[in-house]
């Protein structure tokens, strides 16, 4: 059966995500850091060497450039440019982890920035100074991580929210002659195809049964997946869909949808007519049967007489 993740198992996830971006990003921000230093430096027509060295990068002028504010500054400077344009993938704007990773690294671009340019000495000697910065960065990325898992925006409140927009946009042209439409619990749309690929464990066919039955209201959707979970039905994942008797957007349905990893036909229609307490007595029409080839197949029940 499938788990759904719980919370600390998320805010884990998030937090070694975030680190091992840190550490991903090290060394290519610090080159961009370094490259600020460069500029300056080569622009007075001096000399300058560029190395590796105590897990760290180092660029020696051969002598102090003008303007000297500038040259100590600019390293920090473009370090945080090449971290914040890492924003502009949509993916890392959208990943918790990745987005606090590149938000950190920054940040310790920013704060390398200032204390380079004016504690420049005790900058480059001073271990106390070191421990500060990184206890500044710590706490920085402690907050950001406080806030990721708090922020709605991962609370199924704002997931409920965001599934019932996409849903109800879809609905004002759905038909019975569109193609079918579902979202999983991150109210990512995948086909058919591809949910029969992401719950086959070595089956050849799995069933999708909803519990719902004329919902025209999502706002009922909390109340099946808590019914869903409670009853621990099919593998554990909820799917959301459209469904439609006719022609017209008024007769389109909104589905909560689980999974059982079964052709048998007793044990389908078993499940189709086990959720009629969740739907004023109406037990369930159809499922969907899933099949390895990657077509569909609607088994009916046969108890109703419609």
Request: hydrophobic fraction near 40%; charge should be neutral.
């Amino acid at each position: 059966m499938k788990l759904i993740p719980n919370p600390i198992l998320i805010k884990t996830r998030i937090l070694l995500v975030s680190s091992v971006s840190i550490l991903i990003l090290f060394f290519p921000t610090g080159f961009f850091h370094e490259l600020g230093h460069i500029l300056v430096c080569a622009s007075n027509g001096y000399d300058y060497v560029f190395s590796f060295g105590d897990f760290a990068l180092n660029v020696h002028c051969s002598s102090l450039p003008d303007p000297i504010l500038l040259y100590f500054a600019l390293g920090g400077i473009f370090g945080m440019i090449a971290s914040v344009s890492l924003f502009l993938s949509k993916k890392i704007r959208t990943s918790p982890g990745i987005f606090i990773g590149a938000s950190v690294t920054a940040f310790d671009h920013f704060l390398k920035s200032i204390f380079e340019t004016f504690t420049h000495s005790a900058y480059l000697s001073n271990f106390s100074l070191s421990i500060y910065m990184s206890a500044l960065t710590a706490f920085f990325m402690i907050i950001l991580l406080l806030f990721f898992s708090k922020r709605e925006k991962f609370n199924s409140s704002y997931l409920n929210n965001k599934i019932s927009t996409i849903l109800k946009n879809k609905a004002k042209t759905f038909t019975q002659n569109s193609e079918t439409f579902t979202l999983d619990e991150t109210a990512k749309e995948l086909t058919l195809a591809e949910i029969r690929n992401k719950e086959c464990a070595g089956e050849k066919t799995i069933t999708m049964i909803a519990v719902t039955r004329y919902q025209h209201d999502t706002n009922n959707f909390p109340k099946y997946v808590e019914y869903i979970k409670k009853n621990n039905l099919g593998t554990g994942a909820i799917y959301y869909g459209l469904w439609s008797d006719g022609y017209t957007v008024e007769d389109v349905e909104f589905d909560v949808l689980y999974v059982i990893h079964t052709e048998n036909h007793d044990q389908i229609q078993e499940h189709l007519n086990k959720h009629d307490n969740m739907n004023k007595g109406k037990t369930q029409a159809m499922a969907l049967m899933l099949l390895s080839d990657g077509t569909s197949k609607i088994i009916r029940n046969e108890t109703i007489r419609e």
